[in-house]
T-cell receptor, first 117, second 116 residues
Framework: AQKITQTQPGMFVQEKEAVTLDCTYD???????LFWYKQPSSGEMIFLIYQGSYDQQNATEGRYSLNFQKARKSANLVISASQLGDSAMYFC??????????????FGSGTQLTVLP | SAVISQKPSRDICQRGTSLTIQCQVDSQVTMMFWYRQQPGQSLTLIAT?????????ESGFVIDKFPISRPNLTFSTLTVSNMSPEDSSIYLC?????????????FGPGTRLTVT
């Protein structure tokens, strides 16, 4: 079974609007971390935001926020006030941490976001 | 966070040759990894680079094809051996920093490899 599911292969958003990129995950470990990365056409992977499974509040980093709904096992990325430079591929990832030892990152298939002027 | 550099940033290689990719980190890190991203795909973990010992390879990847060295806590190399067009990918070095269950992971800028 897929551990990380991103159901939106492509998304379009108007400049200055907000956009939500969906991510659902599957794990039976109570301890895990959720990550979002941005990959522009240059190929680098840029770390955006992190949410721990025990964190009480949703993570925020500037224009990025993570809508963490633990019961639904979803970790959607919200980008506010989209900019043309936000056009990129976005990957959701999870690391399970059973008994304090971290496992490898598992990545979703990605969502290609295009910001329209 | 960590600043990671990779060399070369891109290369075009002939079938049957080998390419060594270097990864340099600006601080000592315990966990260092190599990933492959084939065109239009997500990232796949090749191996964990272990300092002073043999790398730990994921299923489907073998040492003869992807030999890895890690002589110290800030540097690693990945060699793509006997290349074929199917090896055309972005290869990314990655490190984990943090503690107390916050295992933040950062990536280098990647090496874009084209095999002809």
């Amino acid at each position: 079974a897929q551990k990380i599911t991103q159901t939106q292969p492509g998304m379009f958003v108007q400049e200055k609007e907000a956009v939500t990129l969906d991510c659902t995950y599957d794990t039976s470990d109570p301890s895990y971390g959720l990550f979002w990365y941005k990959q522009p056409s240059s190929g680098e992977m840029i770390f955006l935001i992190y949410q721990g499974s025990y964190d009480q509040q949703n993570a925020t980093e500037g224009r990025y926020s993570l809508n963490f709904q633990k019961a639904r096992k979803s970790a959607n990325l919200v980008i506010s006030a989209s900019q043309l430079g936000d056009s990129a591929m976005y990957f959701c990832a999870m690391r399970e941490i059973p008994s304090g030892s971290a496992r490898q990152l598992t990545f979703g298939s990605g969502t290609q976001l295009t910001v329209l002027p | 966070s960590a600043v990671i550099s990779q060399k070369p940033s891109r290369d075009i290689c002939q079938r049957g040759t080998s390419l060594t990719i270097q990864c340099q980190v600006d601080s000592q890190v315990t966990m260092m990894f190599w990933y492959r991203q084939q065109p239009g795909q997500s990232l796949t973990l090749i191996a964990t680079a272990n300092q002073g010992s043999e790398a730990t390879y994921e299923s489907g990847f073998v040492i003869d094809k992807f030999p890895i060295s890690r002589p110290n806590l800030t540097f690693s190399t990945l060699t793509v051996s006997n290349m074929s067009p199917e090896d055309s990918s972005i290869y990314l070095c990655s490190v984990v920093v943090g503690a107390d269950r916050v295992y933040e992971q950062y990536f280098g800028p990647g090496t874009r490899l084209t095999v002809t």
